[in-house]
């Protein structure tokens, strides 16, 4: 069973509709009534990071900077954070972990307010709650034919960094800063829920591609992506592999009606953000990735899978 | 360091006030403004359960049950829980956590809006979040000198069935009973809070005496607790101290105003739930223990600590 199946058939088993919730599983966060948006994030040594690749407040940071992006997805204004911690051994890495949690809440103006702690009998664990309040969500599920899909940033950097390590090497420090340090996206997705220039957003943390099949299946439309127009981070020495399918950049793909070109870029400008429009939204499903030839490939679920 | 010293440090690192939060760490919940309570509670195979001890299902069932006994525990009502699960092997383990935090979720009317998924290379980990709304938070503040303190249910079944567990034993049914399955004390936490009947209140899920002392601390106040007056389960075979010191009960402690006795009580026939006077608050620090011939013991840090 892949990690997106055993999603779906939790949120089978936990989801029944509630009156109280306006957003249910499936989106980067719920949304209850009154537009509270809440989501967890969870991260587990040995799976999502390595204290041989990282500080443990670097792992603290991560992971809070994970928690908020979720917030940034949603176009949602975070107002708090909730840690819990378990860990093996010295109660002190807690201390590190939760002074990481601590600067990627400082980053956005929010406090740790709450948490609990234990001991763990194996891997150290992070869980980051992140909560905050939004007028109009901005769903997976917006993506309609005639919008432009765009993307925030560069990619494929942290994935460099992932892959560095795993082959038993070390990264270029370029490539492990965007994987220490995920770029704070909660102004960017606040203004463009607020604007309307977003209609369907996510944060890119399983891979482009993978990403983009989940807002094309929520949104019932498919995605076409032009593979030379993905802007490839640099710490990733050009390969478009790792922009397309190594996930871990918390950067947001977002969809825009068409027309909206110069009031995205100049909202990039604002806030500092490189923006690039990298394809089209058109009637179908799945994600296409169209080369520079006119080839096509039918992208299906690829990006990272904890179980697969 | 021991557990309460842990998070001491840990909440000196995470907070630091924030306009958005009107309850910060120190409590069942922290509470935003416009009164939205949120906590977590995270339970770790090996140190909070055993699969040796109760299924998956059960032990599921448990981290929904103890996370919704802090919304009881503020007085708040329960609008979603959110899921965090980790497991090692067999993904299918992970549908039987969430079917048990599920029914947990059913026993008060909310739904699993969300959650995270990972693989765990160790012990299964549940981390549940609850959110909920609360008018008139019931902080752990409130307590002051003549108010009387009470306790719902009955206190120790749970910590006999681990002490049985832990001795390589096995528990009596109705030992196992209470820790598998925690009672539901939300409608009780609500109309004691919306009543005015509590003015302090708390969980108890580190054992009577401990989590005194922290309504305790945190009202800057002395609770007096009569042994003999606390209601010791039956499946706890009579054992005083499982009741003071056992923790597992997620039973209610709340302090009330003196004279208020017949409303609880009322209000205890109104919900099929047992309360009883176990003390009274005056003014002083920390917790006393009185026996029926007038011995007294000055109660420190008792009941369980994860890191001692």
Known sequence: MDELSLIERLVAIGWKGSRAVIQGPGDDAAVLRGGIAISTDLMVEGVHFSFDWIAPAEAGFRAGAAALSDMAAMGAAPEAVLVSLAVAGDPSLCEELQRGVRRAGDRVGVAVAGGDVSRSPGPAVVDVVAVGRVREPCRRSGAEAGQEVWVSGVLGGAAA????????????????????????????????????????????????????????????????????????????????????????????????????????????????????????????????????????????????????
Request: hydrophobic share 45%; proline share 5%; glycine share 14%.
């Open 161 to 308: 960094a992932v892959a560095a390590w795993s082959a038993g090497g070390r990264p270029a420090p370029a490539a492990r800063e965007r994987f220490a340090s995920p770029p704070n996206r909660v102004p960017l997705g606040k203004a463009l829920a607020q604007r309307r220039l977003a209609r369907a957003m996510i944060d890119i943390s399983d891979g482009l591609v993978r990403d983009a099949g989940q807002v094309a299946r929520a949104s019932g439309a498919r995605l076409r992506i032009l593979q030379d127009a993905v802007p490839v981070d640099t710490a990733a020495g050009g390969d478009l592999n790792l922009a397309l399918e190594g996930g871990e950049d918390y950067e947001l793909m977002f969809t825009a009606p068409a027309g909206k070109e110069a009031a995205i870029l100049d909202l990039g400008r604002e806030l500092s953000v490189r923006l690039t429009r990298i394809g089209s939204v058109d009637a179908g499903a799945g994600v296409v990735l169209e080369d520079g030839e006119g080839g096509r490939t039918a992208a299906g679920r690829g990006g990272y899978d904890h179980f697969a």
